[in-house]
């Protein structure tokens, strides 16, 4: 079951890029960076030692760029439990994608005074000797991770500065637990209320998002009164106590499947000069293009330092996204080199389409229709069910011929037809709104530790009072946003204008 349908079939037919489709102006550049930047900040399986072949069938070698290619195999250790015997282990632990996720790399990107992190005069990563970026996490990233870990480790530094200025008995080693504490989260607030809600974009969701975090009775009322009520009234962070239902907290196979994005990236990133003065809409004029490939590990790190943050947050802005769609697989990812956790290049490329499809069914994944009935929703009995694209139609019959129990999970996630307003399919989001609420819920440091003791009172007060990404770029770049940014959120393309002013609360508007 694991080669049927073959896997780099799959990825040739249904996933590989004919032409690139974007997602218009509601996700840019920076919001599939930012996705990436919490992968790397949440997943990475452990592997065996041995390796494994994929070859092309003869029906789709001509259309591969890779012919062959040898990976690792997931490790399956026991899991201790009488149901499910066997799982896989993370590598990776929670808010490591700036700090690290050993003692190793803990140690290597801190300065140990005031506790702070290493950084680059520039505002970019700092390098070492072998051009390696220095963040908590290297492996398979590109300069758009980068950017994000440069900006999150400066927003750590700053709030080492505050809390020194405010609690001058602190030492190195508080400060940087305390910023730590506050940085890690900031960015899972930002990742809840401002980009979900771009990635979801209705005012159901907007909703939903914030009721999360602040519950229904709202910010204000939080702000004031504190944490009132349960997870409902008041939100799941800051609830008394963790709650884990009863299961101990992990993230599921299926809640990686369902971040297979990789259809968001473009095949250039559309530089944008900045020595111009802005366009319509705060909009700079397009300068040069860069190759996505030209921007990947230890390439990419020396590529950013010759284009400079500024030049890059702003030119990524501008930018669309590429939208989640069949046929919309960079080609460049077929086609990849992949890295250690050290970020050195292994000598084998790979498939990357072509892998995701095998790493689901490997790691026992349900298929799409199996999948939604673990979700409790109704499976597809044929392919129309699924698309009225009849080009994908004939696609899909093609491939898994009347099979559709065979529907392989993220072909199924990118063929569904989308909900207005959504830049995923129904299927994952379902996913996601589980594990965004688990995500906090069973943390103590949102849960019972979400407080002034914990954070202090200057911590927690930088919490409350950032609220998005556009907060975090106007605290450290307050030029670029006032001058290249016409959008409310830092994830949507720059040059759209802010939604117009709606005098009816949001709680009580009707959904379109």
Known sequence: MLKKPDPMVVAT??????????????FNMIAASWIQFMIHDWIDHMEETQQIELVAP???????????????KTKEVPTGFWEIKSGTLNIRTPWCAIYGSNEKRLHKVRTFNDGKLRISEDGLLLLDQDGTAVSGDVRNSWAGVSIMQALFIKEHNAVCDTLKREYRNLGDEELYRHAR???????????????????????????????????????????????????????????????NHGVPYSLTEEFVSVYRMHSLLPDHLQLRDISAAPGSHKSPPSAEKIPLPSLIGRVGEKTSSGIGFIKLMVSMGHQASGALEPWNYPMWLRDLVAQDVEGMDRPDHVDLAA??????RERNVARYNEFRRGLLMIPISKWEDLTDDQEVIEALQEVYGDEVEELDLLVGLMAEKKITGF??????????????????????????????ETYTKKGFEWVKTTESLKDVLDRHYPEMTAKWMNSASAFSVWDSPPPSPNLIPLLFRVPK
């Open 13 to 26: 037919k249904l996933l590989a890029r004919k032409k690139f489709k974007d997602t218009g102006k509601q």
């Open 58 to 72: 003869k029906q789709v070698a001509n259309q591969c760029p890779l012919k062959s290619f040898k990976f690792y």
């Open 181 to 243: 504490l506050v940085t890690s989260a900031v960015i899972a607030k930002v990742h809840t209320i401002d980009w979900t809600v771009e990635l979801l974009k209705t005012d159901t969701l907007l909703a939903g998002m914030r009721a999360n975090w602040y519950g229904l009775l709202g910010k204000s009322f939080k702000d004031k009164f504190g944490h009132v009520g349960g997870a409902i009234l008041g939100g799941v962070v800051g609830l008394k106590k963790p709650e």
């Open 355 to 360: 892998l995701e499809v095998y790493r689901d």
């Open 423 to 452: 830049a995923i399919s129904e299927t994952a989001f379902i996913i996601f709104l589980v594990m965004a609420t688990r995500r906090l819920e069973s943390d103590r440091f949102f849960t019972s530790n979400f407080n002034e």
